[in-house]
């Protein structure tokens, strides 16, 4: 506890009984007590103790109503909502809003899913009795709402609906588990809702429904607790950061509202769906004091309806003026936030009719009081914030559970006010997103059916059917005029056979389809220069599919059928014969297929065959099988389509054995490779999960696996991944013990400070040069460059090209590689963080690429560099009065490519890469007019043509390098088989076929 403390409390009592408080309380009448109901007296005494400053409170919480009948938080907390040292564990949250449930029919508590890790989650429903009794009745009413086409869209239909009807408020409490705060401001919240007789109050309960989900991520809040109760059992010690904020992803769990992957993104929009909710309103902590971040900054998400913008600018401002006339410092709602990327948990209900709503307040990553300098750009004065928050504070948690609670039951008096309005507004939303076709389009994206893409057309239309998006399927051929690519373009006719998927726009949710399968485009002189997340998103792209958009709405007069399992997309099994062919189309799941069928003969093709006229790539399976492998289920679960052949292709393949995965993780962040994680685990491709730590330990890695996999960790360096967390001060246990039993399950260390080290450097080496296959990415293919693993690869100069999080266009420079197997030969896109390329090179030192330049001017251009003398800038200059002596041809390296070595170069030159290992490259980005596909890109220069996808060679291993992140948040399933098929083909990817030479491959020309 602060010292100052004693000194500090009294001053607060003298001046939260001064007539301050009373004051502004009689000018804002709005929010008055009930002066009958009498106050819990001990309560509100902790209240006032644990407030740090009287302008960090309002008449709206500085006081607790008393109930003989209803317990207060303080019934499981054992002392008040907000008071130090106490983090609630989810299950007593649970267990005290149980208790008022049992305790007041005005509350419900049910059951709304589980997580990963088999926790519950909860929501709660508040209101008074004669709503709660009444709420079949009127969530029917509000699913017709909802779905305006259940009232054929007519307007008069809808009005004794609306008249009758009362709302749904939904909030949720903690999605990131360091930030502490919301479960107890939340119980309270609760507490008030259902006990409090101040007329707002009573106003709130009797025209609304609130829902409470009071933790979001449940396992993370647990683990949150277990390290806070270590902390208070290590006084004056360093204690870990957390890790595992889910079993997953951290803070990442906020970007899941687009591909749905995560259990909690599910449950609450499942949640809000079925109580057919008008707001999703989140509990974050950051920035000081009360970001109410409703209404952000530009650009707004380009698929909103403007009546929820308008909705955001009502809202917000209106919580920010209620909030400054309790004078209340540091509130502010426009901030740096913009509102494009919808993947945030709140913009479920944004993209689902609703109003998303979103509060940061500060906070301490625990329940500790300490004192907090705030920066100049947190304190300062805006135009937007002219009551700043003050520079420096003693900041307690009860602080912050005042600034969410006032804020939330002033917003919540105002919202209850409005009803009316606010549930016309979701009808129109809804009615709106009916009449998409016909008002602002597209009439329908369709899927055309293709055997070979159904394995990743699944995968798309389950995120759909997450997100409550009805799909259809046509049952017969038709013809659709489709605009073309390009503005100015003649619009062209399109033929769907019988079995393409439809997904109508006349339907209530087509906002959040439309937004997942549109592009997106961010313009590079946008005022906004920090966008706050991925600039671009399109599924189409990242899941590798064509996805039409038509706009022409005839196509929803065609004859469809609703489509309720997208799994039936595949699983067939045709011809006959005992041997069974599985085409490499791309599919996620052939790797998974090696390990399910564990008593089958597999071999893999290395060249493409034909069987009865059926074409089968390179990469494809062939499978003697055995019975108890269960194929035709086994085929259908994982999405694949199997063909029977009487006899083996004479082609050349070998076979396969499940490969040995290990998963390496670092103690410094695990949320990069947690996506990574979830891949492998949803695809079935089993693993063990080690650290760099395990890794330093293990020195015959080889002996035991055959793979290992070292997802990014997210902008760590080769020096972090090496050393870890310094080791000046005490070791910080991962461990389960009594204190901390939600620790140490996922993985364990006694200390989790050091890192990879030097050793375990070394064992790594040693598994690539004994064969084993090596997968980086972004910061871990750094770290392979930096520290020797991939020779002849370096990290190109990509600082002046401007990409954030965009989709981005790929050409394949070695389509026979199995790590592009099943692709065919179209340009893969790939979702890039930053713009990440390699440069190659057949000798180690600093060489490498070069951007790309006027050819006239172009330093590295052999022929720029010619002298002045006759014809062109192509051709050689020729010396007079002699024989001509025709110089060596000079050749033109692409960007992409090692530069080519001649005698010169290569004479008495250790530095030369042996050509067996000279590094392959596999996918380079397209050329600056064709590489962005979504998003924003800015000065492509540097990064056109660049190597992006990189073989490097290790002694007998791989060493396989992405710049572009492969596996990422669920939503890249197009570039998933890249890892799966390298892994399928680890030991098979040295390059044989390479020429041996010292110039490069045929597309090393010269320049004419
Ligand atoms: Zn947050």
Same mark, same amino acid.
């Given at each position: 506890?602060?010292?100052?403390?004693?000194?500090?409390?009294?001053?607060?009592?003298?001046?939260?009984?001064?007539?301050?408080?009373?004051?502004?309380?009689?000018?804002?009448?709005?929010?008055?007590?009930?002066?009958?109901?009498?106050?819990?007296?001990?309560?509100?005494?902790?209240?006032?103790?644990?407030?740090?400053?009287?302008?960090?409170?309002?008449?709206?919480?500085?006081?607790?109503?008393?109930?003989?009948?209803?317990?207060?938080?303080?019934?499981?907390?054992?002392?008040?909502?907000?008071?130090?040292?106490?983090?609630?564990?989810?299950?007593?949250?649970?267990?005290?809003?149980?208790?008022?449930?049992?305790?007041?029919?005005?509350?419900?508590?049910?059951?709304?899913?589980?997580?990963?890790?088999?926790?519950?989650?909860?929501?709660?429903?508040?209101?008074?009795?004669?709503?709660?009794?009444?709420?079949?009745?009127?969530?029917?009413?509000?699913?017709?709402?909802?779905?305006?086409?259940?009232?054929?869209?007519?307007?008069?239909?809808?009005?004794?609906?609306?008249?009758?009807?009362?709302?749904?408020?939904?909030?949720?409490?903690?999605?990131?588990?360091?930030?502490?705060?919301?479960?107890?401001?939340?119980?309270?919240?609760?507490?008030?809702?259902?006990?409090?007789?101040?007329?707002?109050?009573?106003?709130?309960?009797?025209?609304?429904?609130?829902?409470?989900?009071?933790?979001?991520?449940?396992?993370?809040?647990?683990?949150?607790?277990?390290?806070?109760?270590?902390?208070?059992?290590?006084?004056?010690?360093?204690?870990?950061?957390?890790?595992?904020?889910?079993?997953?992803?951290?803070?990442?769990?906020?970007?899941?509202?687009?591909?749905?992957?995560?259990?909690?993104?599910?449950?609450?929009?499942?949640?809000?769906?079925?109580?057919?909710?008008?707001?999703?309103?989140?509990?974050?902590?950051?920035?000081?004091?009360?970001?109410?971040?409703?209404?952000?900054?530009?650009?707004?998400?380009?698929?909103?309806?403007?009546?929820?913008?308008?909705?955001?600018?009502?809202?917000?401002?209106?919580?920010?003026?209620?909030?400054?006339?309790?004078?209340?410092?540091?509130?502010?709602?426009?901030?740096?936030?913009?509102?494009?990327?919808?993947?945030?948990?709140?913009?479920?209900?944004?993209?689902?009719?609703?109003?998303?709503?979103?509060?940061?307040?500060?906070?301490?990553?625990?329940?500790?009081?300490?004192?907090?300098?705030?920066?100049?750009?947190?304190?300062?004065?805006?135009?937007?914030?002219?009551?700043?928050?003050?520079?420096?504070?003693?900041?307690?948690?009860?602080?912050?559970?005042?600034?969410?609670?006032?804020?939330?039951?002033?917003?919540?008096?105002?919202?209850?006010?409005?009803?009316?309005?606010?549930?016309?507004? =979701?009808?129109?939303?809804?009615?709106?997103?009916?009449?998409?076709?016909?008002?602002?389009?597209?009439?329908?994206?369709?899927?055309?059916?293709?055997?070979?893409?159904?394995?990743?057309?699944?995968?798309?239309?389950?995120?759909?059917?997450? +997100?409550?998006?009805?799909?259809?399927?046509?049952?017969?051929?038709?013809?659709?005029?489709?605009?073309?690519?390009?503005?100015?373009?003649?619009?062209?006719?399109?033929?769907?056979?019988?079995?393409?998927?439809?997904?109508?726009?006349?339907?209530?949710?087509?906002?959040?389809?439309?937004?997942?399968?549109?592009?997106?485009?961010?313009?590079?002189?946008?005022?906004?220069?920090?966008?706050?997340?991925?600039?671009?998103?399109?599924?189409?792209?990242?899941?590798?599919?064509?996805?039409?958009?038509?706009?022409?709405?005839?196509?929803?007069?065609?004859?469809?059928?609703?489509?309720?399992?997208?799994?039936?997309?595949?699983?067939?099994?045709?011809?006959?014969?005992?041997?069974?062919?599985?085409?490499?189309?791309?599919?996620?799941?052939?790797?998974?297929?090696?390990?399910?069928?564990?008593?089958?003969?597999?071999?893999?093709?290395? +060249?493409?065959?034909?069987?009865?006229?059926?074409?089968?790539?390179?990469?494809?399976?062939?499978?003697?099988?055995?019975?108890?492998?269960?194929?035709?289920?086994?085929?259908?679960?994982?999405?694949?389509?199997?063909?029977?052949?009487?006899?083996?292709?004479?082609?050349?393949?070998?076979?396969?054995?499940?490969?040995?995965?290990? =998963?390496?993780?670092?103690?410094?962040?695990?949320?990069?490779?947690?996506?990574?994680?979830?891949?492998?685990?949803?695809?079935?491709?089993?693993?063990?999960?080690?650290?760099?730590?395990?890794?330093?330990? +293990?020195?015959?890695?080889?002996?035991?696996?055959?793979?290992?996999?070292?997802?990014?960790?997210?902008?760590?360096?080769?020096?972090?991944?090496?050393?870890?967390?310094?080791?000046?001060?005490?070791?910080?246990?991962?461990?389960?013990?009594?204190?901390?039993?939600?620790?140490?399950?996922?993985?364990?260390?006694?200390?989790?400070?050091?890192?990879?080290?030097?050793?375990?450097?070394?064992?790594?080496?040693?598994?690539?040069?004994?064969?084993?296959?090596?997968?980086?990415?972004?910061?871990?293919?750094?770290?392979?460059?930096?520290?020797?693993?991939?020779?002849?690869?370096?990290?190109?100069?990509?600082?002046?090209?401007?990409?954030?999080?965009?989709?981005?266009?790929?050409?394949?420079?070695?389509?026979?590689?199995?790590?592009?197997?099943?692709?065919?030969?179209?340009?893969?896109?790939?979702?890039?963080?930053?713009?990440?390329?390699?440069?190659?090179?057949?000798?180690?030192?600093?060489?490498?690429?070069?951007?790309?330049?006027?050819?006239?001017?172009?330093?590295?251009?052999?022929?720029?560099?010619?002298?002045?003398?006759?014809?062109?800038?192509?051709?050689?200059?020729?010396?007079?009065?002699?024989?001509?002596?025709?110089?060596?041809?000079?050749?033109?390296?692409?960007?992409?490519?090692?530069?080519?070595?001649?005698?010169?170069?290569?004479?008495?030159?250790?530095?030369?890469?042996?050509?067996?290992?000279?590094?392959?490259?596999?996918?380079?980005?397209?050329?600056?007019?064709?590489?962005?596909?979504?998003?924003?890109?800015?000065?492509?220069?540097?990064?056109?043509?660049?190597?992006?996808?990189?073989?490097?060679?290790?002694?007998?291993?791989?060493?396989?390098?992405?710049?572009?992140?492969?596996?990422?948040?669920?939503?890249?399933?197009?570039?998933?088989?890249?890892?799966?098929?390298?892994?399928?083909?680890?030991?098979?990817?040295?390059?044989?076929?390479?020429?041996?030479?010292?110039?490069?491959?045929?597309?090393?020309?010269?320049?004419?």
């Amino acid at each position: 506890m602060n010292p100052s403390k004693p000194a500090l409390t009294a001053v607060f009592f003298a001046l939260l009984f001064a007539p301050q408080s009373l004051v502004s309380q009689e000018l804002n009448s709005t929010f008055a007590r009930d002066p009958g109901q009498p106050i819990d007296k001990q309560y509100t005494d902790q209240i006032h103790k644990y407030t740090t400053d009287p302008s960090f409170t309002s008449p709206l919480v500085d006081y607790l109503p008393a109930s003989k009948t209803v317990p207060t938080p303080a019934k499981v907390l054992g002392d008040i909502s907000g008071a130090p040292d106490i983090l609630p564990y989810a299950e007593d949250v649970y267990r005290y809003f149980r208790l008022l449930e049992a305790a007041t029919p005005r509350v419900k508590v049910f059951t709304i899913g589980h997580t990963e890790e088999g926790r519950e989650m909860i929501a709660a429903a508040i209101a008074d009795t004669a709503l709660l009794s009444r709420a079949k009745e009127n969530d029917a009413r509000l699913a017709q709402l909802a779905d305006p086409r259940t009232i054929g869209l007519d307007d008069a239909k809808a009005r004794p609906l609306l008249d009758l009807s009362w709302p749904v408020y939904y909030i949720t409490g903690t999605i990131h588990s360091p930030e502490t705060g919301a479960p107890t401001a939340l119980m309270e919240l609760a507490y008030r809702l259902a006990v409090d007789d101040a007329p707002y109050i009573k106003y709130i309960r009797s025209h609304m429904i609130v829902l409470i989900t009071p933790v979001v991520e449940v396992d993370g809040r647990d683990r949150m607790v277990d390290l806070y109760k270590w902390h208070k059992a290590h006084p004056g010690q360093d204690w870990p950061r957390l890790l595992y904020w889910g079993h997953y992803v951290a803070h990442d769990n906020n970007r899941d509202a687009m591909a749905m992957t995560l259990d909690l993104t599910r449950n609450v929009l499942d949640a809000y769906v079925s109580w057919h909710a008008q707001v999703l309103h989140d509990l974050h902590e950051s920035v000081p004091f009360l970001y109410d971040n409703t209404v952000g900054d530009g650009p707004y998400n380009a698929w909103v309806d403007p009546i929820l913008a308008d909705e955001w600018a009502e809202l917000g401002s209106n919580n920010v003026a209620q909030m400054r006339s309790f004078g209340m410092p540091g509130v502010f709602t426009h901030g740096d936030f913009d509102t494009w990327s919808p993947g945030y948990l709140m913009f479920l209900a944004a993209m689902h009719n609703g109003i998303s709503r979103l509060y940061e307040t500060f906070g301490n990553g625990g329940a500790d009081t300490e004192k907090r300098i705030l920066r100049p750009e947190d304190y300062s004065r805006t135009w937007y914030r002219q009551n700043p928050p003050l520079p420096v504070v003693t900041w307690s948690q009860r602080d912050n559970n005042n600034y969410e609670q006032t804020a939330l039951l002033s917003t919540l008096s105002y919202f209850s006010r409005n009803t009316h309005h606010f549930l016309e507004n =979701f009808y129109l939303k809804g009615k709106r997103a009916v009449e998409k076709p016909t008002l602002e389009g597209p009439a329908a994206y369709v899927i055309p059916a293709d055997a070979a893409s159904a394995n990743r057309q699944i995968e798309l239309l389950k995120v759909l059917k997450r +997100q409550h998006v009805e799909v259809e399927q046509l049952t017969s051929e038709i013809s659709s005029t489709v605009p073309g690519e390009k503005r100015g373009e003649k619009p062209k006719q399109e033929t769907f056979p019988a079995g393409s998927i439809v997904i109508r726009m006349d339907q209530p949710y087509s906002r959040i389809a439309d937004a997942l399968l549109d592009r997106q485009f961010w313009a590079a002189g946008d005022p906004q220069k920090h966008p706050y997340d991925d600039t671009g998103w399109c599924f189409p792209h990242l899941f590798n599919l064509k996805v039409v958009r038509v706009v022409d709405p005839s196509v929803l007069k065609a004859k469809m059928l609703p489509l309720d399992d997208p799994s039936s997309l595949a699983g067939k099994i045709s011809g006959s014969g005992t041997l069974l062919a599985v085409a490499n189309t791309g599919q996620i799941s052939l790797l998974s297929l090696i390990y399910k069928l564990k008593h089958a003969t597999i071999q893999i093709a290395e +060249q493409p065959f034909e069987v009865a006229g059926t074409h089968f790539a390179a990469g494809s399976l062939l499978i003697t099988v055995a019975a108890e492998d269960h194929i035709a289920e086994t085929v259908h679960d994982l999405g694949l389509d199997a063909a029977r052949l009487a006899e083996e292709p004479s082609v050349a393949m070998h076979k396969v054995n499940p490969p040995r995965i290990a =998963f390496m993780h670092t103690w410094l962040s695990t949320q990069a490779e947690g996506w990574w994680r979830y891949a492998f685990d949803s695809a079935g491709v089993p693993f063990d999960y080690i650290s760099t730590q395990a890794v330093a330990e +293990q020195t015959e890695l080889r002996a035991k696996y055959d793979v290992i996999v070292f997802a990014p960790v997210g902008r760590a360096s080769a020096l972090e991944i090496l050393n870890g967390i310094p080791v000046w001060n005490n070791a910080m246990p991962w461990q389960k013990t009594d204190l901390t039993p939600n620790l140490g399950t996922i993985d364990r260390s006694d200390d989790i400070r050091p890192g990879l080290g030097y050793d375990g450097l070394a064992h790594l080496k040693t598994f690539v040069e004994q064969g084993g296959l090596l997968i980086t990415c972004e910061d871990t293919a750094q770290f392979a460059i930096e520290t020797g693993l991939a020779p002849g690869v370096s990290v190109a100069p990509h600082d002046d090209a401007r990409v954030v999080g965009s989709v981005l266009n790929t050409v394949l420079v070695s389509p026979d590689n199995p790590i592009v197997f099943g692709y065919g030969s179209a340009g893969i896109p790939v979702m890039s963080a930053n713009g990440m390329v390699f440069n190659v090179s057949n000798m180690l030192g600093r060489t490498g690429g070069r951007v790309l330049m006027d050819p006239l001017t172009d330093a590295l251009d052999p022929y720029a560099k010619r002298a002045t003398g006759r014809g062109s800038v192509d051709d050689s200059d020729e010396p007079q009065g002699r024989k001509i002596a025709e110089p060596e041809p000079l050749i033109k390296q692409q960007p992409w490519e090692a530069g080519p070595l001649d005698e010169e170069q290569t004479r008495n030159n250790p530095q030369v890469i042996p050509v067996q290992t000279r590094p392959d490259v596999i996918l380079r980005f397209s050329d600056a007019k064709t590489l962005l596909l979504d998003g924003l890109l800015e000065k492509p220069g540097s990064i056109a043509e660049h190597a992006v996808v990189v073989d490097a060679h290790l002694g007998q291993g791989n060493v396989l390098l992405f710049g572009n992140n492969p596996i990422y948040r669920g939503e890249t399933i197009g570039t998933y088989p890249l890892v799966f098929n390298a892994i399928l083909s680890y030991g098979h990817l040295a390059h044989e076929s390479h020429p041996a030479s010292t110039t490069n491959s045929a597309s090393a020309g010269l320049q004419k």
